[in-house]
């Protein structure tokens, strides 16, 4: 079965630590995808990357960054957390030549107190 | 630019009643049209999509058929059970380079079912 893996389901941090925030595909995907979801809002797009090493901002990049070292893995990184990055982070990937369908990882609830 | 619009829930029906969720977006071009489900605890799951004008997705007994001419998207299904109880997403994707695509998501409909 297919999957895309994200490494914490549940984390609490306080202000102003440095969070990671990991995800795994193992699909083989070109393209992957953070996305924050809250109440109300639906999920909005932090960052993706369609290759290695390539990174673009989305709706809202403002207080993250993003790594891809590997095809299979991108990390999401707050870099000094604070209170409003309290969500729940989702991580997606797709093919480029999958009719731009996504396969979502469970999340992680991030809580920052 | 491109948006998608979807009516506000909760929603709450009895079960075996008629299901609408209303879809509607704004882009530019063409993009293609999805409904992702959430059940609780998960992340989301492609429910169905459609890829050009009257087009009809469908999957688990739910459809919708993408309507240019209204721009829009609706979720139906005929008779809902328990099981179906989720958070609905209508999404839809937006072109940026020939290898990816932006997909852009509604704000979620809740769904409950009652017995």
């Known amino acids: 079965d297919v999957k895309v893996t994200q490494s914490s389901r549940y984390l609490v941090k306080r202000t102003g630590e440095k969070v990671f925030l990991e995800c795994v595909q193992d699909?083989?995907?070109?393209?992957m995808f953070w996305y924050r979801q809250d109440p109300g809002l639906g999920l909005r797009l932090i960052y993706f990357s369609y290759d290695v090493k390539m990174k673009e901002k989305g709706d809202i990049p403002e207080g993250y960054s993003v790594s891809r070292e590997k095809k299979e893995r991108f990390s999401l990184i707050l870099e000094s957390a604070s209170t409003n990055q309290t969500s729940m982070y989702l991580c997606?990937?797709?093919?480029?030549?999958?009719?731009?369908?996504?396969?979502f990882g469970a999340g992680s609830r991030l809580t920052v107190l | 630019g491109n948006s998608v619009t979807q009516m506000e829930g909760p929603v709450t029906l009895s079960e075996e009643a008629f299901l609408t969720i209303n879809c509607t977006y704004t882009a530019t071009g063409y993009p293609s049209l999805f409904w992702y489900v959430q059940y609780p605890g998960e992340g989301l799951q492609l429910l169905l999509k459609?890829?050009?004008?009257?087009d009809k997705g469908s999957n688990k007994g739910f459809e919708a058929t993408y309507r240019k001419e209204t721009t829009s998207f609706h979720l139906e299904k005929g008779s809902v059970q328990v099981s179906d109880s989720a958070v609905y997403f209508c999404a839809l994707s937006a072109a940026l380079y020939s290898s990816a695509s932006k997909i852009i998501f509604g704000s979620g409909t809740r769904l409950s079912i009652r017995p």
């Open positions: 699909m083989d995907h070109e393209n």
């Open positions: 997606a990937s797709s093919s480029s030549s999958g009719a731009n369908v996504l396969t």
């Open positions: 459609a890829t050009k004008a009257d």
